[in-house]
């Protein structure tokens, strides 16, 4: 042994007899495992699924709602909720109790799953199996009789962005608070570090490092102190070991607050639906997280004029651009920091999509106010860049709650070319209404929602609470993008809409490294 350590030739060639003897063993298993390896891309229903959905914030009413579409005749499922209690502090040795079941379980899809956690201290976790994990998307909604608050119950993961506002604001929309929630769905314990990037670069502390967080607990970590003294604030939650779900609090000056919802990971484009119209500013939030600086391009797809024309843009006054796909405005971003531009001049009024092309990755969200009739800020929303529907297999999408009395609408961006799909009301006992179809022309942001001139609850739901609805991508349309947009009073909430596929993508390994070498 010791001459082969000393011998270098010795060494390769133990290197390389290893490495034959891999690929033998790849070579010999073959011709059995043919008919099980993935030869070509194929698809795959999943049947299992995890959701994490926060404690609600402020008072009012709160609801958990969770659907899952019926695909097949004899589809059978399992679905079951439970609390994630917080993890003790220094010097505590008990804790809230772990696993407290929340709400029915049902074993079939196609029927509304809801939850009152009005009184819920703690993260709920709501697990799926069969086919009540396939196409599954669930979310919170909060009301009062001033705010509304919805957050989409977070898969875990490895990493979460977000962008929003920081607290440098003296008009009413600056932040009083910024927290982000942790939640270990998972089995074995976690590594947590949070990066915080700012318009004057990168910003930490060490509570935001190496936080560590047990299997099936929760924590809060408070950011507030990060970022006061910024216009602009990305916002990155990421593992080193195991998956959390992460969801991040912003409370402002006015006295609102509201969930910000996580943005797609950084990129060179971005679409970010859902800016509704009306009063009160409207702000694009740009995060670069690279070491260079970073030229940001944004032009707005609006709502379309009574002749079925994109609205005019109207120049901006800085003379950076018109806003529109031809003359987009440009935003310089420096590198690993943040940086912002407003919108009211190139949207007009108008509800509106944006897009966002940089030449190097980007984070984006939008900031969305509502304003009361003397022009005093009320309550702060936010949007952000997600996946479109779109074919083969991102096709159908779901609003989990449309609660009874609230103005509901979806704001669907056609940003290439034509779109055409059908909405569909689903009842909480599993009741479908009437099928609606929706056309978008190309190049615009349209309106559509609950009422005589949009979907309409199936009989008999009202008094049941609310109800859910599918939306389904036609076969022939162009990708659309989609945000859910709720009113009660003078609140505002925003809810950018993912694709809730049935069936997910298998990657071809065979044949390569990646089905040899982990």
């Not at 133990?14 to 194929?42: K, S």
């Not at 947590?192 to 670069?201: A, K, L, M, P, R």
């Amino acid at each position: 042994m010791r001459l082969i350590v000393e011998n270098r030739f010795a060494l390769f060639g133990l290197v390389g007899l290893a490495l034959a003897a891999l690929f033998g063993v790849a070579f010999v298993v073959r011709p059995v495992t043919a008919e099980l390896g993935v030869t070509e891309p194929d698809t795959v229903r999943p049947d299992h699924a995890v959701r994490v959905c926060p404690a609600p914030h402020g008072p009012g009413e709160a609801t958990v709602a969770a659907f899952a579409p019926r695909v097949g005749r004899d589809d059978e499922g399992r679905l079951w909720a439970e609390t994630v209690p917080a993890a003790p502090e220094d010097g505590e040795e008990e804790r809230a109790e772990a696993g407290v079941p929340v709400g029915e379980e049902p074993t079939e899809p196609g029927r509304v799953w809801r939850a009152d956690t009005a009184e819920a201290a703690d993260p709920l976790v709501i697990r799926a199996q069969g086919s009540l994990a396939s196409g599954l998307d669930a979310a919170q909604i909060t009301l009062s009789d001033d705010s509304a608050t919805e957050v989409r119950c977070a898969e875990p993961s490895i990493g979460t962005w977000f962008a929003l506002p920081g607290g440098d604001d003296e008009d009413g929309g600056g932040l009083d608070s910024l927290t982000v929630h942790l939640t270990n769905p998972e089995e074995s314990r976690a590594t947590v570090s949070v990066d915080v990037y700012t318009e004057g670069g990168p910003s930490y502390s060490p509570e935001s490092r190496g936080i560590s967080l047990p299997a099936g607990e929760s924590t809060v970590l408070e950011l507030t102190a990060l970022v006061q003294s910024t216009g602009a604030v990305g916002v990155h939650v990421r593992t080193s070991t195991g998956r959390v779900a992460a969801s991040l609090l912003a409370e402002h000056d006015s006295g609102s607050g509201d969930w910000v919802p996580p943005t797609a990971a950084p990129a060179k484009e971005h679409v970010i639906p859902g800016v509704p119209g009306g009063d009160g500013r409207r702000r694009l939030l740009v995060a670069a997280p690279g070491d260079d600086p970073v030229e940001v391009r944004v032009h707005t797809v609006s709502s379309a004029s009574e002749d079925g024309e994109e609205t005019e843009e109207p120049a901006q006054e800085d003379g950076r651009g018109t806003g529109t796909a031809e003359d987009p405005t440009v935003l310089n971003v420096p590198p690993a920091a943040s940086a912002w531009l407003t919108l009211e001049s190139v949207l007009g009024g108008e509800a509106g999509t944006v897009v966002v092309e940089s030449d190097a990755p980007v984070v984006a969200g939008v900031a969305v106010e509502a304003v009361d009739g003397e022009g005093e800020v009320v309550e702060t929303a936010y949007t952000s860049a997600v996946p479109p529907l779109r074919f083969p297999l991102d096709t159908t999408a779901i609003l989990p709650d449309v609660p009874e009395g609230a103005d509901t609408h979806v704001l669907l961006g056609a940003v290439g070319a034509d779109v055409t799909l059908v909405a569909t009301p689903i009842g909480v006992d599993g009741t479908q209404g009437d099928a609606v179809r929706v056309e978008v022309p190309a190049g615009t942001t349209m309106a559509f929602g609950a009422g005589e001139e949009g979907w309409r609850a199936p009989s008999g739901t009202d008094s049941q609470g609310g109800h859910t609805v599918r939306l389904e991508l036609l076969e022939g349309s162009a990708p659309v993008y989609v945000a859910r947009v709720l009113h009660d009073g003078e609140a505002l909430s925003v809810l950018p809409v993912r694709p809730a596929p049935v069936r997910i993508a298998l990657p071809v390994v065979r044949d390569s490294m990646v089905g040899v070498v982990p």
